[in-house]
T-cell receptor, first 114, second 113 residues
């Protein structure tokens, strides 16, 4: 099955700096990679996703890059703000077949210091 | 638009008592449904998923069970709770897994005392 490794487990940055979270996956057939943000005590919410036919996707201050050869993908947050503080999860999954599961990384606690 | 309802929001139960958490989805048909558990400060552990009525796949051996009596209803149950069952339980749905994201409910915080 799929295995997703996420680093770092904690990340502290100053407001205005950039933050980068990296994930690697094991199954080369995986083709969908979403990122979730979870604020304390709340549900995870999708912030951006990328499919394997795309190398990069950007949405305002958030971007995700995918390197299929190396089997890793990264979340980039620019001009960080205190409200970006949360736990971020990456995930990977296969399309089709009998695999209907998203495999999540263990999460990164991001703290943005004002 | 699609919405997911999960209840109760919080629950305190004694060890050995039964459990029933319910989740319903509105605005879509034949969703894939999931139950995740999140221990304090930990990641998301998939417990069960369902691709249709009566079809349940279990990911982790445990004293929990799941049922899908209707297309958009997913229930998580236990006959006898253990202390280790404490955690944040999240129901989620998706349209076509692998090409679409999971959408989570607000979660149930379960404390077993």
């Amino acid at each position: 099955g799929e295995n997703v490794e996420q680093h770092p487990s904690t990340l502290s940055v100053q407001e205005g700096d950039s933050a980068v979270i990296k994930c690697t996956y094991s199954d080369s057939a995986s083709n969908y990679f979403p990122w979730y943000k979870q604020e304390l005590g709340k549900r995870p919410q999708l912030i951006i996703d990328i499919r394997s036919n795309v190398g990069e996707k950007k949405d305002q201050r958030i971007a995700v890059t995918l390197n299929k050869t190396a089997k890793h993908f990264s979340l980039h947050i620019t001009e960080t703000q205190p409200e970006d503080s949360a736990v971020y999860f990456c995930a990977a999954t296969l399309s089709g077949g009998s695999n209907y599961k998203l495999t999540f990384g263990k999460g990164t606690l991001l703290t943005v210091n004002p | 638009s699609q919405t997911i309802h999960q209840w109760p929001a919080t629950l305190v139960q004694p060890v050995g008592s039964p459990l029933s958490l319910e989740c319903t989805v509105e605005g879509t048909s034949n969703p894939n449904l999931y139950w995740y558990r999140q221990a304090a400060g930990r990641g998301l552990q998939l417990l069960f998923y369902s691709v249709g009525i009566g079809q349940i796949s279990s990911e982790v051996p445990q004293n929990l069970s799941a049922s899908r009596p209707q297309d958009r209803q997913f229930i998580l149950s236990s006959k006898k709770l253990l202390l280790s069952d404490s955690g944040f339980y999240l129901c989620a749905w998706s349209v076509r897994v692998g090409r679409s994201p999971l959408h989570f409910g607000n979660g149930t915080r379960l404390t077993v005392t």
